[in-house]
T-cell receptor
């Protein structure tokens, strides 16, 4: 059973370019979460998605950042017109379906390390 | 929103000694408290979790305790080994699934 997959593992972009990060959840998981981690810091929640729906994007910057989880294919985190401050590790996690208020474990992918030059 | 505070930020122990990491949370609606271990350059790995209807949980050398009234929870590692060296994050989550991470504790186990 493959775990959460992310690609690319490393991404270098020049300022002003677009970055696309992909996340394939574990088999059977329909919930995806994106987190950002700056060096020497904890992970910060960005967005929570189910198939074709954004459930909570309260941690996402209002501009330049967007996320989707289409019916088919991986979840994508898109950063337009990247700036140096976007350099970070971006982790996605997945979990099984939600049952009312029951919370399930989140399993993390290996991360994408974005470097903006 | 939820705020999770974690102490200490760094912790050095001799191999074989115990390590304790303490956290507090602010949202009384939080009901799930996972702990993640992250080695340098790696993904966070879930090592243990506790739900709000339980006060204590143990898994071999690792134990977690939860005091809902005080909004405190803690991680205890006994008989520490060099491979326990990593950054540990306490977290909290409500039914909404959004996980709030603490600031991390860098644990160093000295052989």
């Amino acid at each position: 059973n493959a775990g959460v997959m992310q690609n690319p593992r490393h991404l270098v972009r020049r300022r002003g370019q677009e970055a696309r990060l992909r996340c394939s959840p574990m088999k059977g998981h329909s919930h995806v979460y994106w987190y950002r981690q700056l060096p020497e810091e904890g992970l910060k929640f960005m967005v929570y998605l189910q198939k074709e729906n954004i459930i909570d994007e309260s941690g996402m910057p209002k501009e330049r950042f967007s996320a989707e989880f289409p019916k088919e294919g991986p979840s994508i985190l898109r950063i337009q017109q990247v700036v140096r401050g976007d350099s970070a590790a971006y982790f996605c996690a997945s979990s099984p379906s939600v049952w009312d208020i029951v919370v399930f474990e989140q399993y993390f992918g290996p991360g994408t390390r974005l470097t903006v030059t | 929103g939820e705020n999770v505070e974690q102490h200490p930020s760094t912790l050095s122990v001799q191999e074989g000694d115990s390590a304790v990491i303490k956290c507090t949370y602010s949202d009384s609606a939080s009901n799930y408290f996972p702990w993640y271990k992250q080695e340098l350059g790696k993904r966070p790995q879930l090592i243990i979790d506790i739900r709000s209807n339980v006060g204590e949980k143990k898994d071999q050398r690792i134990a977690v305790t939860l005091n809902k009234t005080a909004k405190h929870f803690s991680l205890h590692i006994t008989e520490t080994q060099p491979e326990d060296s990593a950054v540990y994050f306490c977290c909290s989550s409500g039914g909404y699934q959004k996980v709030t991470f603490g600031t991390g504790t860098k644990l160093q186990v000295i052989p």
